[in-house]
């Protein structure tokens, strides 16, 4: 049973850079899966931020994809988000989340495991 | 964007009684290469993250009680609970991955009444 940790500061200046990493136990980070980020604030509900493979390729949601970006780190069993020039629309809890690989070859497939995820607020 | 819309925003019902929660988007999400609709329901309950009930829009995860049941086809979809539970208070969301960004609805609030 795979099992996703998030970690990193809870506080992050405005105009500053969040960072977080998703620890990954259970399971390796190169078996397969698309490793995603998920952000949950009050005002916009469940927004999916991006995801990456163990290969390196990533996806991103283009509403944020000037400021994000998505590394792994194999050697860790980890990986982790970057979000650049942060405001308080970024305050949210943020999630890490496990997407297996559609078994059909087309399309994508839904969040199979998820982290307890972690309250980042940007305040000053 | 795919856009999915869920009605309605809260629910109550009372213990024993079925639900109904209905998730629209705004474009189709079945590949007629495959006969999928890329379609999954998740509940969150307070301080949890969200869980996975049901995907592909109407197979259940492995554990979930079978009194949750998926349907629906192209862009409307429901999820069904036959008899509510007191464990069933939660808020309910359906998400598309039919293509990337993937989406969100708003949440549907369920309430014991």
């Known amino acids: 049973q795979v099992q996703l940790q998030e970690s990193g500061p809870g506080l992050v200046n405005p105009s500053g850079t969040l960072s977080l990493t998703c620890a990954v136990s259970?399971?390796?980070?190169?078996?397969?899966?698309?490793w995603s980020w998920v952000r949950q604030s009050p005002g916009k509900g469940l927004e999916w931020i991006g995801e990456?493979?163990?290969?390196?390729?990533?996806?991103?949601n283009p509403s944020l994809k000037s400021r994000v970006s998505i590394s792994v780190d194999k050697s860790k069993n980890q990986f982790s988000l970057r979000l650049t020039s942060v405001t308080a629309a970024d305050t949210a809890v943020y999630y890490c989340?496990?997407?297996?690989?559609?078994?059909f070859g087309v399309g994508y497939s839904h969040f199979d495991s998820w982290g307890q995820g972690t309250l980042v607020t940007v305040s000053s | 964007d795919f856009v999915m819309t869920q009605s309605p925003e809260s629910l109550a019902v009372s213990l024993g009684e079925g639900a109904t929660i209905n998730c629209k988007s705004s474009?189709?999400?079945?590949?007629?290469?495959?006969?999928?609709?890329?379609l999954a329901w998740y509940q969150q309950k307070p301080g949890q993250p969200p869980k996975v009930l049901i995907y592909?829009?109407?197979t259940r995860e492995s554990g979930v009680p079978d009194r949750f049941s998926g349907s629906g086809s192209g862009t409307d979809f429901t999820l069904t609970i036959s008899s509510l539970q007191a464990e069933d208070v939660a808020v309910y969301y359906c998400?598309?991955?039919?293509?990337?960004?993937?989406?969100f609805g708003q949440g549907t609030r369920l309430e014991i009444k």
């Open positions: 259970g399971g390796s980070l190169s078996s397969g899966n698309w």
């Open positions: 990456i493979f163990d290969s390196g390729r990533s996806n991103y």
């Open positions: 989340a496990r997407r297996p690989i559609s078994v």
């Open positions: 998400q598309q991955y039919y293509t990337t960004p993937f989406t």
């Open positions: 474009q189709s999400v079945f590949y007629s290469s495959n006969n999928k609709n890329y």
């Open positions: 592909w829009a109407s």
